[in-house]
């Protein structure tokens, strides 16, 4: 039986580039791929989908990219996935519940989309961001998250001894981006079970940042 392998969820900062399309299209790939429900809501209204992003920091250059994610997403069956409903299922570990209520009482930009990767990568895997100084990783540390920062050099050699537990090709995927160029996907979060059991131990980390990862509240952040 093949070994489980994590999932990846999309940051709004990364989800509208070509890039990204790129991954949606790619067979082996797009099964692993998750956006949240909250921002698959919004792709109903371009318009003020469009508006909301320029707020949170990712104006689009073509608007256009909008439908053409959308789109892609439903073609492609991407899952989606909701904070509110994994919280009802009692899928979450109190410190995700406490980063994700910070996350809507601070009334951040697409707070609830934030609330839906925050409360993902924390009990599911990874996200891909644009790069470490977006607004994403901003808000989660303003909500009281900690953020453990992996040099790129450990970060790769992690990923590479674990290849057989992200999604396929990602890896080399997110290399081939141009750290110079536009805003693809060359940032990686990582938490919950997956980060701690499975990261951790190549890495070589204490065991405190363990007990972190598993509460809830902090994630590995790395450029792989």
């Not at 910070?102 to 934030?114: G, S």
């Not at 290399?175 to 890495?203: E, H, I, N, T, W």
Request: with cysteine; net charge negative; aromatic share 6%.
């Amino acid at each position: 039986m093949d070994e489980f392998r994590s999932r990846l969820i999309l940051d709004p900062s990364v989800l509208f580039t070509d890039e990204v399309l790129g991954w949606i299209e790619t067979p082996e790939l797009k099964d692993y791929l998750v956006v949240s429900q909250a921002l698959w809501r919004r792709l109903e209204d371009p318009g003020i989908l469009a508006e909301e992003l320029a707020r949170f920091g990712v104006p689009l250059q073509n608007p256009g990219l909008i439908d053409a994610v959308r789109e892609a997403l439903e073609l492609n069956g991407i899952d989606t996935f909701s904070y509110d409903q994994a919280r009802e299922r009692g899928e979450l570990p109190s410190g995700t519940e406490d980063v994700c209520g910070a996350l809507l009482e601070a009334e951040e930009p697409l707070a609830d989309v934030l609330a839906d990767e925050w409360a993902f990568v924390t009990s599911q895997s990874l996200a891909a961001l644009a790069d470490r100084a977006g607004h994403s990783l901003g808000a989660f540390c303003r909500a009281g998250a900690t953020a453990v920062g992996v040099v790129k050099g450990r970060m790769v050699g992690a990923l590479e001894e674990v290849q057989g537990r992200i999604p396929p090709g990602l890896l080399e995927r997110m290399k081939q981006v141009d750290g110079g160029m536009g805003r693809g996907p060359r940032f990686l979060l990582a938490g919950g079970s997956f980060a701690a059991g499975v990261l951790v131990p190549p890495l070589g980390l204490a065991m405190g940042v363990t007990e972190i990862l598993l509460e809830g509240n902090g994630v590995l952040a790395g450029d792989p």
